[in-house]
């Protein structure tokens, strides 16, 4: 069982920059794939980036690509997302989520966060 939880969402100004953590319990966090997603008003939830067990690994969205950082600290049991020249239609809730197997389908993710609200102003 794998619990996690995400901070450092807020209000943030378009062109700015915020950071997203997210805290892993238990002791499987260094072997297991890590990734954040988001939903906004109105959609489904689709990925923003993803980590394999080695950090050696990442995909990002269209979206996000030169602008989001996905890293992660397997003495910290933490992951991150750094979340550059924002932009509005950032906007969203954004959902830390571990799989044992990897992939960039929300169902290919076996535990998931609370959500962390991200808001970009205009």
């Known amino acids: 069982q794998v619990q996690l939880v995400e901070s450092g969402g807020g209000l943030v100004q378009a062109g700015g920059s915020l950071r997203l953590s997210c805290a892993a319990s238990g002791r499987t966090f260094s072997r297991i794939f890590m990734g954040w997603f988001c939903q906004a008003p109105g959609k489904e939830r689709e990925v923003v980036a993803t980590i394999s067990w080695n950090g050696r690994d990442t995909y990002y969205a269209d979206s996000v690509k030169g602008r989001f950082t996905i890293s992660r600290d397997n003495a910290k049991n933490t992951v991150y997302l750094q979340m550059n020249l924002v932009k509005p239609e950032d906007t969203a809730v954004y959902y830390c989520?571990?799989?044992?197997?990897?992939?960039?389908?929300?169902?290919?993710?076996?535990?998931w966060g609370q959500g962390t609200r991200v808001t970009v102003s205009s």
């Open positions: 989520a571990a799989s044992w197997n990897g992939g960039v389908q929300d169902t290919d993710y076996n535990y």
